[in-house]
Structure formats: structure tokens, C-alpha cells
């Protein structure tokens, strides 16, 4: 399985932790443009009543939108919504919320780059913020490997040439995928309008017999309402991109994940 990518906070980024940190771990996402974003309070909601927290959210996960340039599900658009430049815009925002890791809250535009590339986006993003950073991408083989699968099918919104370059990156993480489904939507705009029945109805097609896990990639997609939903209706677990990297940042925190069966088996996990 994939190799740790994701960096880890030290010593000497606790030495100059942002003016805005606070007592609660707090890992901010950089997100591109406005499509499902809702689903971050959603989770912060979600966990803090996992964990049985009735004074305030148990982990903080504050959101700033980068510039999405052009909303394309388009190898070209991608690699310019991915750049460093875009990125590096917007961390300044973030360490003022406090964050004490950083997210980029966006699965096409890094594995768009291959496994290579979006290993260095995330040492580059890592670098200008002096914390802890990874992306969706590595969010999925992270939670891959947590639950102990190897055989997963990927259900996409995207055209299928950017979900091939998925499952390109799902391989090259140590994953075989048996079956790969591709919707064909263009903008992250549509695919945020989608619903409770469309994104059923994308599980569904996109799973297969021999799946142990289902992926649901696209970080536009709301999906934290239904994930319970989506793993009864199929048996199986089930992956999203909002949900799993909720988790990712969790991980750069070394922060344990609290029992939340309304996240399905991903956040179910003992130990």
C-alpha cells in the first residue's frame, strides 16, 4: 500500500504555530471554488456529536475557497486549479483561522499530476504553510489502507479519461481497481446540485461484485448526509472525498478519529 506522503507537524512548526491557533485541533482545508463545501460544518457537527462533545466541536475544521480558475473537469484546467500558486494564495487565510494542518480539499486537481506530482504539490504546500499538509488524493489511499482493503471500485462524476487518471493513481498507491465508472460531468457546478437519489444512483452503478470498497472521488459531490445510507444499500463500505479528508486531517493532527457510525465504516475503525 501506499507510502506515508502526507507530512507530519514538528517541533519547530509548533515553535511558530499562527497568531490565530487555539487549544482545539484545528485543520483547515483549502477548497476549490463553491460546490459542496456545506459538508465540512456538516462533519465538524457530525464528530462533535460523535464524541459526545457538548460544549463546542471536538475538532475544528475551518474552510477558505481557492480560486478555481476555470471549473472544468479537464486535464488543463486541472493542473492550473492544482498550481502552486493558487494554493499558496489562500494559506495565509487559513493559519489566521488557526489551522494546525492543512488540506487540499481537492482529488482531481492533485492526482491529475500522477503520484510523483502530487507528492511534491503536497511538500510544496507544506512549505509555504510550515504544516503538516496532504491532499484528497492521498486521503483515499490512506483510508484504503485503514480499512484493509485492496480491491475497490471507483463511481465518478468525471469524464473518463480524468477517472482512468484515478484509478492510475489508485494503482500506483498499491490498489487494484476491478471497475471503473465514469458520469461524464464537466463543472464541479453541476455536480454540487446533485442530491441524495443522484448520488445513490452513482454508488450503484459504480460498484462491482468483486469491490470491497466503493470511492465516490470528487470533493464537489455532498455526500456526508448519506455515507450510512450509501454502505447499507451496498453492503460494503463506502468512500467519499469530503469524508475522507475530514480524516486525512485528523491524521496530520495524530488527533484519533471518534466513533461515528453516521460516517460509515471509515470512522467505525477500532484502534
Known amino acids: 500500500m501506499a507510502d506515508s506522503v502526507a507530512t507530519r507537524r514538528t517541533a519547530a512548526d509548533a515553535a511558530t504555530a499562527p497568531s490565530g491557533a487555539t487549544s482545539t485541533p484545528t485543520v483547515g482545508f483549502l477548497y ?4 459542496a463545501e456545506d459538508d ?13 462533545d457538548t460544549t463546542g466541536p471536538g475538532v475544528r475544521l475551518p474552510l477558505v475557497h481557492t480560486d478555481i480558475g476555470e471549473d472544468a473537469h479537464r486535464v488543463d484546467a486541472l493542473l492550473e486549479m492544482g498550481s502552486a500558486a493558487r494554493l499558496a494564495a489562500r494559506v495565509a487565510d487559513l493559519k489566521g483561522l488557526g489551522a494546525q494542518a492543512v488540506v487540499w480539499a481537492c482529488t482531481s486537481a492533485s492526482f491529475v499530476y500522477g503520484y510523483g506530482g502530487a507528492r511534491e504539490q503536497v511538500r510544496e504546500l507544506s ?8 491532499s484528497t488524493s492521498f486521503a483515499f489511499a490512506h483510508a484504503i489502507e485503514d480499512l484493509g482493503v485492496e480491491r475497490v471500485a471507483v463511481a465518478a462524476t468525471y469524464p473518463d479519461d480524468v477517472a482512468e487518471l484515478f484509478a492510475a493513481f ?7 481497481v476491478v471497475a471503473r465508472r465514469a458520469s461524464g460531468i464537466i463543472t464541479a457546478a453541476e455536480v454540487g446540485t446533485w442530491g441524495r437519489d443522484e448520488v445513490l444512483a452513482l454508488a ?8 470491497e470498497a466503493v470511492l465516490l472521488p470528487d470533493t464537489a459531490l455532498h455526500s456526508a448526509a448519506y455515507i450510512a445510507e450509501l454502505e447499507s444499500a451496498l453492503g ?8 475522507v479528508t475530514a480524516r486525512e486531517g485528523l491524521r496530520l ?3 484519533p478519529a471518534p466513533h461515528c457510525p453516521a460516517l460509515g465504516r471509515l470512522f467505525s475503525l477500532v484502534g
Request: aromatic letters at 4%.
Open 253 to 255: 493532527l495524530d488527533h
Open 204 to 211: 450503484r452503478a459504480g460498484d462491482h461484485p468483486d469491490a
Open 127 to 134: 512549505a509555504v504553510a510550515g504544516l503538516p499538509a496532504s
Open 170 to 176: 489508485l494503482k500506483t498507491a498499491g490498489a487494484e
Open 236 to 243: 460494503k463500505p463506502v468512500l467519499t472525498a469530503n469524508q
Open 32 to 35: 476549490p471554488g463553491f460546490s
Open 40 to 52: 465540512y460544518p456538516r462533519l465538524e457537527s457530525m464528530l462533535a456529536d460523535a464524541a459526545g
